[in-house]
Each structure stands twice: as structure tokens, then as C-alpha cells.
């Protein structure tokens, strides 16, 4: 099946009891059973509920896995895959990877004795030269955030096989749109899809997709038990998304390529970083592994500044001055004090996030708007 078709009617099933082509918002937290033990699958809301259940359906077909999990938020679902953890495992994880990771690894996980390489994953040797007995997981965002480098997955999947390491990626930067890791060999797909997935900026979620038997089983152990799971509202808005992601991701790629051009032609910035240009380091795997290169771009500013990102920051109308990204509308981040503030500055500009980054997602807008917009902010 192609693309279009899947996701419009992935996990889509009438409702047996009305033939209601959407699927109902069950909200209940329970089910009433014949006599104890006795019942047509579903107990109690936390471990099942049929609005989540095709929204599990949409997402395992949507990634090409077996099973899919939601769960209530896509840090929710990170948390969820580090609870296949035991203190004294080692994970190795990227030094630019989005913030929010970042501190739950740092601030959480550290605590409990699990030690993390935070490391330039660009590199595969830099990864393989790490890996020990006590070696885990791998954990992979490609894109990054906000520096859009590109990770082989296919690459970095061959290494986690050979030493038997569980590799997850993050894929919220691309969507299933542009990019299925599973194919590439990875074992775990994590999405924050309160981004792409939702699309409309109006639900917090995240989901976990899985091939192997085993590896769902541990995830919906955790999943019930840990208790991080979405209502069946928020489950009912990602459903209606999801039917709409090919469509908006076409527009996403068209109106960020228009856009990453004309911010590099711009003379008052001095760097730009989208994964789409020819003459980028990783290029060539962004061709291999990525249907298009989307719309999050960032950029830095010839007057490199706390103050000048700022002016510009505020002198934007059609692009919003907010965190998150992925929804209908465009919106404009300084990862320094907004995404990123939790990471501190010196190992923040070490990692290349300078002061004046800012980093835009490119919304379905009209591009020639945008780029009036960007004109007037940016000059
Ligand atoms: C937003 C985001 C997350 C976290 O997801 P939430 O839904 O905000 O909890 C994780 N990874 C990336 C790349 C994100 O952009």
C-alpha cells in the first residue's frame, strides 16, 4: 500500500457497534465484565482502551513495525524504553540532541546509576570505540535538534546488532513521512507526536514502535505499570492527524527548501542548517535515508548575539515565537534560552549551539509570506 492510502486508513476500522468510519472516543475508564475474568479484551482504561488501540494499529503501520504504544507525551515514551534499564548499563546517546532528553537522562536516569556517553554521533567508530559489556542502548536523533545532523541509522543498526545493543531513534524531526528507521534496522522508533503526528499544535503525546514480540511485551509491561498513557481525546486528535501527514509533509519540505535557500542568500546570516543542501557532511545519508528533508531549518546571525537573535525573535507576525514544532503554523525558537536553556552555556557553544541560533518550523503557510516575514525580522 502506498503512503497516502496507509495513513489515511491505518488503524481505521467502522466501529462495530454503529459502522461509525471514525473511531469513537471511548472515554471510560473501565469495562464491565460478564464474571470475573470474563470479558471482550478490555478491563480497565490504563492497560486497554479501543481509541488508543487504533491509534497503536496506526502507528505500528505508519513506522512498518508489528506493534505500536502511546503513551502520554513523547518524554513519556523516552522514559518508558529507559526503564529497560538496569543501574550499571551504559547508553550512548548524541551531545546535540533535543533538551528535553537531554535533562531526563542528566537530572533522572544518572541518579539511578546508568551511565551516558553523550558523543558525536556522526561518527559510527566514535560509537563502536565506546561500546562495552555494560552497553545497553543506543540512543539516536536524526535529524538532530537544532543542528540538523544526519545519523546512519543503517550504519549505527549494524553496529547495535553486532553487540547485541537495543538501538532507538528518535524520528520526530522527519515524521514516518520521510523516515522509517525500522527498515534501517533499528529496533525502537520514538515519536513526540504532539509534532508532526498531531500536526495541529493542540496534544501532548508519544508513541514507541516495535517488530520484536518480546521487546513489546517489556514496553506494554511498562507501559501499564509505569501508567504514562494517553486519554482517548488526545488519542482521537493523532488519529485525525495522522490521515493528513503525507500532505502536510509534502508542503513541509516544499515551503523549508524555499526557505532554507533564501536564509542562505541572506546577508545578515552567516550559517544555515537544513539537511537538504548538496554541499552539507551528511548529505549523502540524508539522500539514502530520507524521502525529502523537511521543514525545520536554524540558522545563526552575522552579529552573533544574545540581543540580535532576540530583536529578531520579536520583530516576526506569521512566525510564532514558541517552543515545539511540527503543526500547521510556523513558529520561531532560540534554543539558547528557550529548548536548550537547561544545557549550560559552555557545553551548549561547545556543542555548536551559539548564541544567535535560532531554528524555525516551517509551517504550511503560504511560503511567499513567510519569507515577507522573515524579510522584515531578519532584513
Ligand atoms: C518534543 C520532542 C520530544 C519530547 O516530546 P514531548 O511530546 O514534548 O514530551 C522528544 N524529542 C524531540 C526531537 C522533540 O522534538
Given at each position: 500500500m502506498k503512503i497516502a492510502t496507509k495513513y489515511i486508513h491505518?488503524?481505521?476500522?467502522?466501529?462495530?457497534?454503529?459502522?461509525?468510519?471514525m473511531t469513537p472516543i471511548f472515554q471510560t475508564s473501565t469495562y464491565v465484565q460478564q464474571a470475573p475474568g470474563v470479558n471482550k479484551g478490555y478491563e480497565y482504561a490504563r492497560s486497554q482502551n479501543p481509541t488508543r488501540k487504533a491509534l497503536e494499529e496506526a502507528y505500528a503501520q505508519i513506522e512498518n513495525g508489528k506493534f505500536g504504544l502511546a503513551f502520554s507525551s513523547g518524554v513519556a515514551a523516552t522514559d518508558s524504553v529507559m526503564k529497560l534499564l538496569q543501574p550499571g548499563n551504559e547508553v550512548i546517546c548524541g551531545n546535540d540532541m533535543y533538551g528535553g532528553t537531554y535533562r531526563l537522562f542528566t537530572k533522572i536516569y544518572e541518579k539511578f546509576g546508568i551511565k551516558f556517553h553523550y558523543i558525536n554521533m556522526q561518527s559510527v567508530t566514535n560509537i563502536e570505540a565506546l561500546i562495552n559489556n555494560n552497553t545497553k542502548l543506543i540512543w539516536a536523533e536524526t535529524p538532530t535538534n537544532p543542528l540538523m545532523n544526519i545519523v546512519d541509522i543503517a550504519a549505527v543498526a549494524s553496529i547495535a546488532k553486532k553487540h547485541n545493543v537495543i538501538l532507538c531513534v528518535d524520528n520526530t524531526f522527519a515524521s514516518p513521512y520521510l523516515q522509517n528507521p525500522l527498515n534501517l534496522g533499528a529496533d525502537i522508533v520514538m515519536h513526540s507526536a504532539t509534532k508532526y503526528l498531531g500536526g495541529h499544535s493542540d496534544v501532548i503525546q508519544g508513541c514507541l514502535i516495535m517488530n520484536d514480540a518480546a521487546l513489546r511485551e517489556q514496553l506494554y509491561f511498562i507501559q501499564k505499570s509505569c501508567g504514562a498513557v494517553p486519554g482517548p481525546q488526545d488519542c482521537f486528535l493523532v488519529l485525525r492527524g495522522i490521515k493528513t501527514l503525507h500532505v502536510r509533509m509534502q508542503r513541509h519540505c516544499e515551503n523549508g527548501e524555499k526557505i532554507a535557500h533564501w536564509l542562505r542568500n541572506n546577508n545578515n546570516v552567516a550559517k544555515v542548517y537544513w539537511p537538504g543542501f548538496e554541499d552539507i557532511a551528511g548529505y549523502a545519508v540524508a539522500k539514502k535515508q530520507m524521502r525529502g528533508f523537511g521543514g525545520m531549518i536554524s540558522f545563526e546571525l552575522k552579529n552573533d548575539s544574545v540581543e540580535e537573535a532576540k530583536r529578531v525573535l520579536s520583530s516576526t507576525h506569521l512566525f510564532s515565537l514558541a517552543e515545539s514544532l511540527g503543526g500547521v503554523e510556523s513558529l520561531i525558537n532560540h534554543p539558547a534560552s528557550m529548548t536548550h536553556a537547561s544545557i549550560p552555556k559552555e557545553e551548549r557553544i561547545k556543542n555548536?549551539?551559539?548564541?544567535s541560533l535560532i531554528r524555525l518550523s516551517v509551517g504550511i503557510e503560504d511560503v511567499d509570506d513567510l519569507i515577507t516575514d522573515l524579510q522584515r525580522a531578519i532584513g
Amino acid at each position: 500500500m502506498k503512503i497516502a492510502t496507509k495513513y489515511i486508513h491505518a488503524g481505521a476500522e467502522p466501529d462495530p457497534s454503529t459502522g461509525a468510519i471514525m473511531t469513537p472516543i471511548f472515554q471510560t475508564s473501565t469495562y464491565v465484565q460478564q464474571a470475573p475474568g470474563v470479558n471482550k479484551g478490555y478491563e480497565y482504561a490504563r492497560s486497554q482502551n479501543p481509541t488508543r488501540k487504533a491509534l497503536e494499529e496506526a502507528y505500528a503501520q505508519i513506522e512498518n513495525g508489528k506493534f505500536g504504544l502511546a503513551f502520554s507525551s513523547g518524554v513519556a515514551a523516552t522514559d518508558s524504553v529507559m526503564k529497560l534499564l538496569q543501574p550499571g548499563n551504559e547508553v550512548i546517546c548524541g551531545n546535540d540532541m533535543y533538551g528535553g532528553t537531554y535533562r531526563l537522562f542528566t537530572k533522572i536516569y544518572e541518579k539511578f546509576g546508568i551511565k551516558f556517553h553523550y558523543i558525536n554521533m556522526q561518527s559510527v567508530t566514535n560509537i563502536e570505540a565506546l561500546i562495552n559489556n555494560n552497553t545497553k542502548l543506543i540512543w539516536a536523533e536524526t535529524p538532530t535538534n537544532p543542528l540538523m545532523n544526519i545519523v546512519d541509522i543503517a550504519a549505527v543498526a549494524s553496529i547495535a546488532k553486532k553487540h547485541n545493543v537495543i538501538l532507538c531513534v528518535d524520528n520526530t524531526f522527519a515524521s514516518p513521512y520521510l523516515q522509517n528507521p525500522l527498515n534501517l534496522g533499528a529496533d525502537i522508533v520514538m515519536h513526540s507526536a504532539t509534532k508532526y503526528l498531531g500536526g495541529h499544535s493542540d496534544v501532548i503525546q508519544g508513541c514507541l514502535i516495535m517488530n520484536d514480540a518480546a521487546l513489546r511485551e517489556q514496553l506494554y509491561f511498562i507501559q501499564k505499570s509505569c501508567g504514562a498513557v494517553p486519554g482517548p481525546q488526545d488519542c482521537f486528535l493523532v488519529l485525525r492527524g495522522i490521515k493528513t501527514l503525507h500532505v502536510r509533509m509534502q508542503r513541509h519540505c516544499e515551503n523549508g527548501e524555499k526557505i532554507a535557500h533564501w536564509l542562505r542568500n541572506n546577508n545578515n546570516v552567516a550559517k544555515v542548517y537544513w539537511p537538504g543542501f548538496e554541499d552539507i557532511a551528511g548529505y549523502a545519508v540524508a539522500k539514502k535515508q530520507m524521502r525529502g528533508f523537511g521543514g525545520m531549518i536554524s540558522f545563526e546571525l552575522k552579529n552573533d548575539s544574545v540581543e540580535e537573535a532576540k530583536r529578531v525573535l520579536s520583530s516576526t507576525h506569521l512566525f510564532s515565537l514558541a517552543e515545539s514544532l511540527g503543526g500547521v503554523e510556523s513558529l520561531i525558537n532560540h534554543p539558547a534560552s528557550m529548548t536548550h536553556a537547561s544545557i549550560p552555556k559552555e557545553e551548549r557553544i561547545k556543542n555548536g549551539l551559539s548564541d544567535s541560533l535560532i531554528r524555525l518550523s516551517v509551517g504550511i503557510e503560504d511560503v511567499d509570506d513567510l519569507i515577507t516575514d522573515l524579510q522584515r525580522a531578519i532584513g
